[in-house]
């Protein structure tokens, strides 16, 4: 696709980014019913808000392009007659968003079929967006300003910054080794984010993130963001990161190819 239709795109999936977030705002932060659709295996909470906010952004893409595919966490897969598909998590750190906090964001990307080409992390609360698309310079926004978005180089691990979700995804005893040969000898490590972790990395104040057990929906806006501001994010073994599970991004790609050595090695 040309330049100008990934930046249409791109401003399309922002509107209703922004539209997303002000239906969900009314539920943040209020009493509300959360179901846990992950059973014994691991607690995965869901709530009104995340199931009407995908309905509202799948009604969106439906509407003005009714030949693209629909992938979302909620509402599962719509196959469509175009390459496209969006690809959704309608809040992306759903626990923080139980809990109150502000860790949590509305995820919107495109991928064209081979890779995610357009991406868009939009959290409400904060009025902040960021948004990335092929061949274009990754943003910041906040009502009417805006800022290039750019990772920092850090070429060695004991000047770098990680950031994780949670150490107990890497409970079980390969990724455990993993985790500790990404992470051993950094200068920090803090924990929780969910997308935000990312777009910290994209903005230059984090220079890594690990992560394991992600699904497409979880990662596929953030790769774009990542990448046009400079980052690497792969899988563990240098491969797409599309398919999720187990993520590496680094804001510094020489940071990023000494981690995968040290994954290989351990």
Not at 10 to 37: N, Q, T, Y
Not at 93 to 106: A, E
Not at 130 to 140: D, L, M, Y
Not at 193 to 211: K, N, Q, R, S, W
Request: with cysteine; glycine share 12%; aromatic share 8%.
């Amino acid at each position: 696709m040309p330049a100008s239709e990934y930046a249409d795109y791109l401003e399309f999936a922002f509107r209703v980014a922004v539209a997303a977030g002000a239906a969900i705002l009314p539920h943040f932060r209020r009493s509300i019913d959360v179901e846990d659709k992950g059973g014994k295996a691991d607690y995965d909470p869901v709530t009104e808000a995340d199931r009407l906010a995908e309905a509202f952004i799948r009604g969106a893409i439906e509407q003005a392009y009714p030949t693209h595919g629909i992938f979302g966490e909620e509402h599962g897969r719509t196959q469509g007659t175009s390459p496209l598909t969006w690809v959704i998590d309608p809040i992306d750190g759903t626990r923080s968003f139980i809990l109150g906090q502000l860790h949590w964001g509305t995820l919107i990307a495109l991928h064209d079929g081979e890779r995610a080409v357009v991406g868009v992390m939009h959290q409400p609360f904060v009025g902040e967006t960021f948004a990335g698309a092929v061949g274009a310079v990754p943003q910041w926004r906040r009502g009417d300003e805006r800022r290039a978005l750019k990772t920092r180089p850090c070429a060695r691990i004991e000047d770098a910054i990680v950031a994780t979700t949670d150490p107990r995804h890497f409970d079980v005893a390969d990724k455990s080794r993993v985790y500790r040969s990404v992470t051993d000898g950094a200068r920090l490590i803090r924990y929780g984010g969910d997308c935000y972790c990312y777009t910290l990395l994209a903005m230059g104040m984090v220079d890594i993130v690990i992560e394991t057990g992600l699904e497409p929906y979880d990662v596929q806006a953030l790769i774009p963001i990542v990448e046009t501001a400079g980052g690497r994010m792969t899988d563990w073994q240098g491969g797409s990161a599309d398919g999720g599970g187990n993520v590496l991004a680094c804001g510094d790609v020489a940071l990023h190819a000494q981690l995968l050595r040290r994954i290989a090695a351990a």
